[in-house]
């Protein structure tokens, strides 16, 4: 059993590495993270969103990319066995995290670790996940010292051969999406190390 907030079935990955993929989201409910830009109902201050408790059989999922979101899914201690269930279901599994908690998922998972620890010092990103992820993703806006903060502490852990990514803001604190657009692009230009990631998804006007 696990809470889920919402499922998202075949619908396309607008994030990272896998964008443009077909998937299913499974988007676990709960975080204690309180990013302001939450567009997931997470944010400091806001009601949060309904769930329900469902068996892993009940999940009727559709695509072979199985996409489990949050809300912060590494909260949950069912996660591990949720990721072999749908392992042995033959099913591609990425998990996209926050990385200030961690549950022992198998190998095979694919992790998007998006650190929040610039926004929530007390959600420094645990160890197991600066070793696991796959992918490094940051969320960027114009007023932004997050690629900063983490270059200066965690220099060495940049340097592993992740895939990188810096995805502009989509708009909050009266800094509009193209500024932070063009604000990622002077940034990209600081760190080429660094792709630029678009969330396809909202462009193109689906869940």
Sequence with gaps: MIPVQELLFQTIQGEGFYTGSVCDFIRLYGCPVGCYFCDTGYAEGTKPPSFTTINFDELNLESNHIVISGGE?????????????????????????????????????????????????????????????????FVYSRNDNSISYYQDKYGHRLRKKLLKYIQPDWGYNNISRKENVMATIEILKEFPEFKLSLQTHKLIGIP
């Design 73 to 137: 899914p590494m909260i949950h201690r069912n996660l591990p066995a949720l990721c072999r269930f749908l392992l042995k279901k033959r099913k591609f599994v990425s998990i996209e995290t926050s990385g200030a908690f961690w549950q022992p998922v198998p190998d095979d998972v694919w992790i998007t670790l998006s650190p929040k620890e610039h926004l929530n010092k007390k959600m420094k990103v645990a160890p197991q996940l600066w070793r696991r992820a796959d992918e490094l993703k």
